[in-house]
């Protein structure tokens, strides 16, 4: 009879537990940061930083504070992604982050020729 209530309490305790989706087992969260400056090397507030996921093609932006500082958190390591600033018509290079690169944190300046 023990045995019958414990097997019942274990069953009960596997039913109740949530279960994870399979497409989050395995992925890891990544974070893009860093710093816009202009040509004088100075940062740059106001610019638009773009990050485009390579898979969907979803664009997410965040415009800078005059400290020139950006984010980008809670990104999927199973995707790639595309980075870039642009300021009043002025764009910066771009910068590719990949989803072979095992890293979960990536900093990059991005800087935009103003002149």
């Not at 860093?34 to 740059?44: M, R």
């Not at 485009?52 to 400290?67: F, G, P």
């Not at 500082?69 to 910068?95: I, N």
């Amino acid at each position: 009879m023990k045995l019958l209530w414990a097997l019942l309490a274990l069953v009960t305790c596997l039913v109740s537990t949530p279960l994870i989706p399979a497409q989050t087992l395995g992925q890891t969260v990544r974070v893009v940061q860093g710093n816009v400056l202009n040509s004088d090397n100075q940062p740059q507030g106001n610019a638009v930083v773009y990050l485009q996921d390579q898979k969907s093609l979803e664009v997410r932006t965040y415009i800078t504070e005059a400290d020139g500082h950006y984010r980008f958190g809670q990104l999927s390591s199973d995707v790639d992604y595309q980075l870039w600033a642009e300021y009043k018509g002025h764009k910066s290079k771009t910068r590719a982050i990949s989803s072979f690169d095992s890293k979960k944190q990536f900093n990059f300046d991005l800087k935009i020729d103003t002149k």
